[in-house]
Each structure stands twice: as structure tokens, then as C-alpha cells.
């Protein structure tokens, strides 16, 4: 299973794709390095179905960040990737690892998170400048 990350009002990338061993570690550092999305609630336009913003990410049902948010999560995130000192990708592997084992956002460890899953440093800056340039993005 994989993830198709659709821009909705684009400036120049229009989408990002990533397996769901590469996702989930992404979306958990979202949900870590942007908390104000934890419990934001929001409703799908056409259909009047609420959703959570932080809950958005876990599932590949099309749900949508806003730009406003979708900005802010990349800018949380290249922040946080530039504020590490040594960003190689063992280290940011390594964090991620203990915010799993650690951290009880989302209940990670209950949904199986852990072996198997890893995103490296480049990944997450690829995804940060998406979300940046989006205008907004879908999650299918």
C-alpha cells in the first residue's frame, strides 16, 4: 500500500508519493514538529464530514490539509530538520525511533509502528517543500 500526496493549488511540484513504510514515519514527525494540528477539527466541504487534522495523515482516504496548515507543517519541519545540528539520516532515524518508543501521539506503537518503518532527512525536506508549494494537499 502506498500514499499519493495530491497538491491542490500547486506552484510547481503536484504531488508526492511514498510507500506506507516511508509515510506513517513522516506523518508522525508532522503530528511531533507541528502539534497545533493535534485534535484541529475540520469538515469536508462537500459532504459536511468532520475530520481531525492530525488523524488526516494515517489513512489515505483523500482527506485535505489547507494551505494555511499544509505552509506551516513544512515550515515546522524545515526547521526542525535544520535545527538538528548533525542531520544525517542515522540521527533522524534514531529520533524518530525514540518519539515511537516514547511518545503516545496518535498511540504509534499500538498501530505497529516501529521495525520496518524509516524516513531519512531528504525525504523530509522533499516532503516539507512539497507541503510548502502545494497550496493545500489530499492524502489518498
Same mark, same amino acid.
Given at each position: ?24 514515519? +513522516? ?38 490539509? &489547507? ?21 544525517? &539520516?542515522?540521527? +533522524? ?21 516501529? &521495525? ?15 507541503? +510548502? ?8
Amino acid at each position: 500500500m502506498g500514499f499519493s500526496i495530491v497538491a491542490i493549488r500547486p506552484e510547481s511540484i503536484t504531488h508526492f508519493t511514498c510507500t506506507i513504510w516511508g509515510w506513517r514515519p +513522516i506523518w508522525f514527525y508532522v503530528v511531533t514538529v507541528y502539534p497545533q494540528c493535534v485534535g484541529l477539527r475540520l469538515t469536508i466541504p462537500e459532504t459536511g464530514y468532520p475530520y481531525r487534522l492530525d488523524e488526516a495523515g494515517w489513512t489515505n482516504d483523500g482527506l485535505m490539509v &489547507p494551505g494555511e496548515h499544509a505552509v506551516a507543517i513544512g515550515n515546522a519541519m524545515l526547521e526542525s530538520i535544520n535545527a538538528t545540528k548533525d542531520s544525517n &539520516p542515522e540521527k +533522524i532515524a534514531k529520533a524518530l525511533k525514540n518519539m515511537l518508543e516514547h511518545d503516545k501521539i496518535m498511540d504509534a506503537i499500538k498501530q505497529g509502528y516501529g &521495525p520496518g518503518y524509516y524516513v531519512d532527512t531528504q525525504t523530509l525536506k522533499e516532503f516539507a517543500e512539497f507541503a +510548502i508549494q502545494s497550496g493545500g494537499f489530499s492524502i489518498w
